[in-house]
Each structure stands twice: as C-alpha cells, then as structure tokens.
C-alpha cells in the first residue's frame, strides 16, 4: 500500500475539494511522463482511490526525442502501475518528425501530440477527466514566460486550475514540496536532464531568473505573480461579455474552413475586446497555437487598423489572414493548391473545395429560364477534345453570355467581389484552351445553347465548405 506525507496529501484533497475538481464518481486519466511532478500526483492518486474507490488510469506518451531514456521513462511508468494495480497506457510517436510536417516548434508540436493522445485516450476509456502535474512554480514560469515574449490578459492568467475536463490538482504545491514527498516515500522517477538545458528559454528563467529576481528585488515573487494572475482572471472575466457581443456582431460567414469579420463594426470595440474575438475565430477554425500567439493576435489587428483590400498576413502554412473591403477575413488552407481534371461528359468529379457534375441531356428536356448561378446548359457539339476544369489563371478572358466583346476574368472577379484568395477556388471550364465557364459565375457565349442546338450538356458546380 502506497504511503504519504500527511500534510502535504491533505492540501492536495482540500485543493480538489476547495476547486471544486472531481466527485467519487469521476474516471479519472493521469498523465505520466515519468518525471518527479507527475509520479507523486500518480501516487496522490492512489492514495486517494484506497480511500473511495475512484477510478484511475495512466496514459504516457513515448515522444522519442531522448532515446533510450524514453524508453526507460515508459518502463518506469509501467512497472509502477503495475506493481500498484493500475491500468496503463502508452503510445510512441515521433514527435520531432510531427514537428517537422507541422512547421512548429518541439515545444509546441510536443504540446499538441500529448494533449491529442490524451483526449483520445480519455474517449476510448470513459475517461471523465485528465490530471496533468503542472506546478505552482510551473504556474510563475509560465506567467514571466509570457510576460517576456508578449501577453494579453488571457496570457496573464496562466495556466488554468480547471480548463475543459482537463484538472491541475498540484498547482498549489511547489517544487520543493514536491522533491520532498518523492525523497520521503521512495516515489521511483527520472530526470530530464534537458531540464538543465539554460538555452531553452524556461530552464533559463527557473534556474537564471526566478532566483535572481527573488534575490535582488522581490523574495515574495511567486505572490506578485499569483496576484498578478488573480487580477488577470477578473479583469478577462469582465470583458467576456463584451467579446461575446463583438462576436454575435461581426462575424459575417462562418464555416469549417473560413470566417469573415465586418471591419467596421469590430472596430469599435477596445484592442483588446478585438484581440479576444480573433483568438475565439481561430480557435473554432481549430488553431489553437495560433490563438495562443499574441504577437500574431496584434499583427491581426494591426492589419485591420492600416490594411487595404488584398492586404494579406500569413499566419501559419495553413492559415491567413487578409482584408477584403470592409471584412477581415481568416481563411484555413489558403493555398488553394488543385490539380487540374480532364473532364468526360456525364461524370462527376469532386475535390476538396468543389464538386463538378455534368450530364447529356435531350434539349427538350431543359428550361433556359432557370436563375440557378450554378446550374447551366451548353451545346455539347461545340465541346472540343480536351476538356479541363482548372483553376484561374492570369490573362484569361471569356466572352460573357449575349456579348459580342471578351473580359478579362479577373474583371469579373472584381465586378462580383470575388477576394484575391477565394478566386483560387473557382474552377474555370476549358475546352481546347477556350473557357467554356466560369463555375457559378459566367457562361461564354461561344457554347450557349442555341436554336440549332440538339445535344446538351447539363453542368452543374457546388461549393464545399
């Protein structure tokens, strides 16, 4: 049977308790890299599962960065769970190699690895919550941390005692106290010896400095810092409301890929009102890194202050942002990047931004009075041999419908306020390097139906979200 400091397990159940974090009921996933921090709270766990019965599991992740001492991490973790009847989990990834395909840093790569294999792993097992061993001291590291690189108000807080149904039940306890019930109770753990490493940012405010302000100007540092965090979470608290507002307000479009901002209305709220609305949008498009960034988040808004339309900020390999008019607008995958299709009449192509469908119909059977913008017929004899659905290219011109004259396509674009990035999207209709169709746009006069008209093409283009 597992044993503990009594003082220090007692603050550990008030600190759950007072926090409101977990019942007798809740599953819990502990996640354990096999570190001090994390394997006393397993070890506060257990004590507590003797005592009601909760329910618990490991989950470790393997990252492979440091060799063999991953290895013997993982081993560690699992003969400890083992040898106190606890279920275990564990799953290796390269996460140097996620990194890289990522375009992130190890830290933040390691960071997105671990928390996905947590929720994964939480699913799987009916898993209610998941405790990670964050500390009051990695609490204060953080918070300079931010501090230094830049912050908002949503910086100042911290790390959170309670975010989703992930909990931090040891953010009241310090390192030392910590080190001293591991020494204690003979809890087994290994060192990180990268935790020595001063080039890494946070190693160098632990060891450099923490102590050095604590010595020369403020031995109270960790109080500031908590009050500073306090302070922080009212203030943050305070202006939700009004971000919720702006929210309801400026978002013009949303979907799964991009969200539009009406300028004007957004800005009149305060810097940081707009700052929180661009971290939610980006967080509902999935880019939590980003929404993390604050230096990105002023750039974001400093765009909307002095940008003009076509105005772009590249904000990840994956995401911009850029002004169109009066709209902002944050756009996930904004390469557009497909590859052109040879196109046989009466099938259906589909890539991730579109689906193309045409069908030979009888010219009996049509209604040229229909208003569908995405829906058009054309004489198929007019149709030559090689026939391509391509993305728009510059120089190209179509003769509109019922013209005698051609027009450069990126006129129309601009006629129909078509933004820079989305015009990438539109596949254009070629036949034998003529443009047939501007999908959803404009049909060429050159294949219209006409009276002699006996075969005809039905085309039909739809957006995917």
């Known amino acids: ?26 599953r819990i996933l502990i996640a354990v890299s096999g570190g001090v921090d994390s394997m006393v709270l397993l070890h506060l766990f257990l004590r507590l599962r003797s005592e009601n019965g909760l329910s618990i599991q490991v989950v470790h992740l393997n990252h492979s960065l440091r060799g063999r001492k991953a290895d013997e991490d993982e081993k560690l973790v699992s003969d400890f769970c083992s040898n106190n009847q606890c279920e275990f989990y564990s799953e290796k990834i390269d996460v140097k190699q996620y990194a890289k395909e990522k375009h992130l840093s190890l830290e933040v790569a390691g960071r997105e690895v671990r928390y996905s294999l947590f929720q994964r792993q939480a699913t799987s ?6 405790a990670t061993a964050h500390t009051l001291d990695d609490q204060v590291e953080t918070i300079l941390y931010r501090i ?17 149904n992930i909990i931090r039940p040891l953010l009241f306890a310090t390192k ?5 019930d591991a020494r204690k109770y003979q809890i087994p753990y290994n060192e990180d010896h990268t935790n020595r490493d001063e ?16 010595s020369g100007l403020n031995p109270a540092l960790e109080d500031a810092i908590l009050n500073l965090s306090a302070i922080a979470h009212d203030a943050n608290a ?20 991009e969200i539009t901002l009406d300028i004007s209305r957004l800005k009149r709220y305060f810097t940081t009102v707009k700052i929180e609305v661009i971290r939610e949008c980006l967080k509902q ?3 939590l890194h980003s929404a993390g960034d604050y230096k990105m988040l002023t750039r974001i ?26 709209q902002l607008i944050l756009e996930h995958n904004p390469n557009n990047h497909w590859s052109p299709l040879k196109i046989e009449p009466g099938k259906e192509y589909q890539t991730e931004y579109f689906r193309f469908v045409s069908e030979v119909v009888n010219i009996s059977k049509i209604s040229l009075s229909q208003t569908n913008r995405n829906l058009e017929y054309i004489d198929l004899n007019d149709l030559g041999r090689q026939i391509t659905l391509r993305s728009w290219k510059r120089g190209d011109r179509i003769k509109p419908v019922n013209t005698s004259f051609t027009k450069k396509v990126s006129d129309l674009f601009i006629d129909n306020k078509i933004s820079l990035i989305h015009k990438k999207r539109i596949p254009i209709l070629e036949s034998d390097g003529t443009i047939v169709w501007i999908c959803g746009l404009q049909l060429s006069d050159n294949f219209k139906i006409k009276p002699k008209t006996v075969k005809a093409l039905k085309l039909y283009y739809e957006e995917l979200n």
């Open 238 to 257: 305070f202006i939700q409301p009004f971000v919720r507002e702006a929210l309801e307000h400026c978002i013009i479009q949303r979907t799964t890929r």
């Open 301 to 326: 808004t400093q765009l909307i202050e002095t940008g003009t339309t076509g105005k772009q900020l590249k904000i990840g390999p994956e995401l911009s942002a850029y002004i169109n008019r009066n």
């Open 176 to 180: 030392q106290q910590i080190y001293d």
């Open 148 to 164: 230094i690189k830049g912050t908002g108000l949503k910086g100042l807080e911290g790390i959170r005692i309670k975010r989703g």
């Open 125 to 130: 097992s009916n898993c209610l919550l998941i």
């Open 1 to 26: 049977m597992v044993r503990l400091a009594p003082d220090f397990y007692r603050d550990f159940k008030l600190f759950i308790e007072d926090n409101h974090l977990l019942t007798n009921d809740d």
């Open 285 to 287: 498009l999935k880019f």
């Open 199 to 214: 080039q890494i940012p946070r190693n160098y405010i632990r060891h450099q400095l923490i102590p050095s302000i604590r």
